[in-house]
């Protein structure tokens, strides 16, 4: 067994919000459906720290995507490349808006304040 002492001193906070008992599916349900108000904090703190790794990632994506398809575009046809680049870029630019209607729209507000 491995010593919480071996991570460092935030294995010893973290280990008093997630009990190392539970289980995959309990910390899914809480990060769906968090049920206090300290759940629904710790859900906040996830995505905000997903949110700051992943900010820039849908300007990136779409050059990604692009250098994909001309790599497959040998083998993959044109019109089956330029659908799917398109799809993912769309995907890629739509994501941004729609988390900041949603995500970062304080609870009870309206979308469109």
Not at 13 to 31: D, G, I, K, N
Not at 41 to 58: G, K, M
Not at 64 to 78: E, H, M, N, R
């Amino acid at each position: 067994m491995t010593s919480r002492r071996a991570f460092g001193p935030l294995s010893s906070s973290m280990t008093s919000l997630v009990p190392m008992h539970t289980s995959f599916w309990h910390e899914l349900r809480l990060s769906i459906s968090p049920q206090t108000d300290d759940e629904a904090e710790l859900v906040r703190r996830q995505i905000s720290i997903q949110d700051a790794s992943t900010r820039h990632l849908w300007l990136v994506m779409p050059l990604v995507g692009l250098t994909i398809a001309l790599f497959y575009s040998s083998t993959v046809p044109w019109p089956r490349l330029i659908a799917w680049w398109l799809a993912m870029s769309s995907i890629c630019f739509v994501t941004p808006v729609v988390r900041r209607r949603f995500v970062d729209c304080p609870e009870g507000a309206s979308a469109a304040q």
